[in-house]
């Protein structure tokens, strides 16, 4: 039976799937002289079994572990601009000139003392400028971003167009196609939700996973499954809008996609977002996310990440 048909079967399933909770998958990983195999096999909603077997290159596991990308920690960022910028200041600093760098809870305050304020103007107008070039090489080569504001997030957006060459192979490879957009939502949802949940808070974390990580460790958070998500929904279906929604210490990712009765929806923009949660362990499908995540969605700007 479809999980998603219109019977009247089909929706008792799809109302008591909401409360089940996913087991883990099973998996497995090969190393071969000029491949990997990684093999996942798990339910979907309607408890049918489902293998996907990827073969990549050998240098696959090799290259997920050392991306460059993943090389600063978000916790890691604010000493890294303040040494930065320190080192910088000392260099400016002189007999005549003095400069002090203070962390603080809204950035980094420069202050300096000198004898001529054209000149002390001019070196403060050179630190300020380094400390922007600094910023700009962290945003493009790094997947952190860091607002006006000195608050730092994860670039969510750039880490799904990274990792869109690598996750198409994988849609493609899909044990099963559906034509319906929805039951295929579906079948993402269940694979990302019988990954085994890892917080991340491992010292060598970098706190999010990208996609391809994700698949070499088979583990993942709240946040790496919805950026997975969101890499399997636009390789799959390129016009559909994504949002990410923060809820605090947790995230839900919205679907621009036909609504069903009884679907949580997230208006955004004058568009309406289907909600769904890719966490797991509990079987939850589009539309249906918990009352407490849902109790705590925010419109605050700064809490949605753009994937459209």
């Known amino acids: 039976m479809n999980y998603i048909s219109r019977t009247a079967g089909a929706a008792l399933l799809l109302l008591s799937a909401q409360h089940a909770d996913a087991q883990d998958n099973q998996f497995s990983h090969q190393r071969m002289s000029d491949h990997e195999v990684f093999q996942y096999q798990w339910q979907d909603y309607a408890q049918q079994s489902l293998l ?8 696959f596991s090799t290259i997920v572990a050392a991306d460059p990308k993943m090389s600063i920690r978000a916790d890691q960022l604010g000493p890294l601009i303040f040494n930065e910028v320190t080192a910088q200041a000392q260099r400016l600093s002189d007999a005549n000139y003095v400069f002090t760098v203070i962390q603080e809870s809204t950035g980094i305050n420069v202050q300096g003392e000198g004898r001529d304020e054209a000149e002390l103007q001019r070196r403060l107008n050179v630190l300020e400028q380094a400390q922007q070039q ?46 319906v957009p929805r039951d295929q939502v579906n079948s993402y949802l269940s694979f990302l939700q019988a990954i085994p949940y890892d917080a991340l808070e491992q010292s060598t974390d970098f706190g999010v996973l990208t996609p391809a990580a994700m698949l070499a460790e088979n583990r993942g958070d709240c946040e790496t499954k919805q950026v997975a998500l969101a890499t399997f929904l636009k390789s799959t279906y390129p016009g559909m809008g994504v949002i990410l929604i923060g809820t605090g210490d947790h995230m839900l990712l919205g679907a621009e996609m036909a609504p069903q009765a009884g679907d949580s929806l997230y208006p955004y923009k004058g568009r309406r977002f289907v909600l769904m949660d890719a966490t797991g362990p509990a079987r939850t499908p589009a539309g249906l996310v918990n009352e407490t995540s849902r109790a705590r969605l925010s419109t605050d700007p700064s809490s949605i990440f753009e994937i459209i």
């Open 134 to 179: 600094l910023v700009s090489r962290i945003k493009a080569n790094t997947y952190l971003w860091i607002s006006d504001e000195a608050e730092v997030n994860f670039n969510y957006q750039q880490m799904v167009h990274d990792a869109l060459p690598l996750i198409k192979p994988v849609v493609r490879s899909w044990p099963q196609r559906y034509p």
């Open 52 to 59: 996907l077997t990827l073969q990549v290159s050998p240098e």
